[in-house]
Nanobody, 119 residues
């Protein structure tokens, strides 16, 4: 079992910044990637950014150049720095940890943290 605790969401005006944090605990040895997904009302959950244990990031096209994902392996924590926020970034943001068991992968999810960007 892996537990993910998120923090850092909130309400911000367009053009502002927020930083999300997510700390993993429990059976963390098999975590391959950690990342952030988001889900807006009436839409499917989508990848925002993910990062491997070696530090290789992957971003959705919609956030490239504005968001930065980073990972502190010593603290088992992943961060998402969000700059130049837009109203369309408003969503419930979920932390994800993907575990690799060689023959299969398994996803754990945080409880979600709300990000609201006002125009």
């Amino acid at each position: 079992q892996v537990q993910l605790v998120e923090s850092g969401g909130g309400l911000v005006q367009a053009g502002g910044s927020l930083r999300l944090s997510c700390t993993a605990s429990g059976s963390i040895d098999n975590i391959k990637t950690m990342g952030w997904y988001r889900q807006a009302p009436g839409k499917q959950r989508e990848l925002v950014a993910a990062i491997t244990g070696g530090g290789s990031p992957n971003y959705a096209d919609s956030v490239k150049g504005r968001f930065t994902i980073s990972r502190d392996n010593a603290k088992n924590t992943v961060y998402l720095q969000m700059n130049s926020l837009k109203p369309e970034d408003t969503a419930l943001y979920y932390c994800n940890a993907r575990l690799d068991f060689v023959t299969y992968e398994y996803d754990y999810w945080g409880q979600g943290t709300q990000v609201t960007v006002s125009s």
